[in-house]
């Protein structure tokens, strides 16, 4: 089974590892289980992490996650500095990465 873990690096300085293994066990997720897939439609839609699986920047049929659970989400181990005043509300920028595809 492929190991699926987004980065996500929030304007704050905060990045999180998010999950995405449970994920794609779910129906409306699987067609992300293609690596391809996952990289090319990854992005910011609805400002939180999406894919735009119907590649037409439509933000009413992107799969998105809510924010806020993506911000409670520990420290990822590599952390960078992270600024004082700066709101967490939207993501500079994002990584998607499967640990399978790295190596």
């Known amino acids: ?43 910011v839609m609805n400002d939180t992490l999406a894919w735009d699986i119907s590649k037409n920047c439509d933000n009413t049929t992107c799969l998105d996650i809510d924010p806020d659970t993506l911000y409670e989400l520990p420290f990822a181990k590599e952390k960078i500095v992270t600024l004082p005043n700066v709101p967490k509300t939207i993501f500079l920028s994002i990584l998607c990465q499967s640990i399978n595809h790295m190596m």
Not at 2 to 8: E, G, H
Not at 23 to 43: G, R, S
């Open 1 to 43: 089974m492929k190991n699926y873990s987004v980065y996500i690096y929030f304007e704050d300085g905060k990045i999180v590892c998010y999950d995405m293994n449970d994920m794609m066990e779910k129906e409306v997720f699987k067609p992300l289980k293609d690596i391809d897939v996952l990289m090319d439609t990854c992005t």
